[in-house]
């Protein structure tokens, strides 16, 4: 497993942008599938992105497709999400997670198969 920092977050406007970060400390990040989750007020944790370990492969909830983007930088032990288009409604916590199990090759879209968390970055998207 590896620790996770979020930053980035903040308050824009509808149709703005922002770019997560989420930086990592460890030594089997570039073995390690990597995703994106958030939690909106009064909801349960939804699953937004992930990608696996080369960066060749993501996956997207149809909510965000086509507006976000998920890249990692595994030189740097980092993950992003690129945020374009954004909606009131993608006013949430975001979280980073890395995948309990290593070497994975197909990435997973349930919160239960991430073992690391980061403590989350507030988004914030005013109408």
């Known amino acids: 497993q590896v620790q996770l920092v979020e930053s980035g977050g903040g308050l824009v406007q509808a149709g703005e942008s922002l770019r997560l970060s989420c930086a990592a400390s460890?030594?089997?990040?570039?073995?390690?599938?990597m995703a994106w989750f958030r939690q909106a007020p009064g909801k349960e944790h939804e699953f937004v992105s992930a990608i696996s370990t080369s960066g060749d492969r993501t996956y997207y909830a149809d909510s965000v497709k086509g507006r976000f983007t998920i890249s990692r930088d595994n030189a740097k032990n980092a993950v992003y999400l690129q945020m374009n288009s954004l909606k009131p409604e993608d006013t949430a916590v975001y979280y980073c997670?890395?995948?309990?199990?290593?070497?994975?090759?197909?990435?997973?879209?349930?919160?239960?198969?991430?073992?690391?968390w980061g403590q989350g970055t507030q988004v914030t998207v005013s109408s």
């Open positions: 460890g030594r089997t990040f570039s073995a390690t599938v």
């Open positions: 997670a890395a995948d309990a199990l290593a070497f994975r090759l197909i990435p997973r879209r349930t919160s239960r198969d991430y073992g690391a």
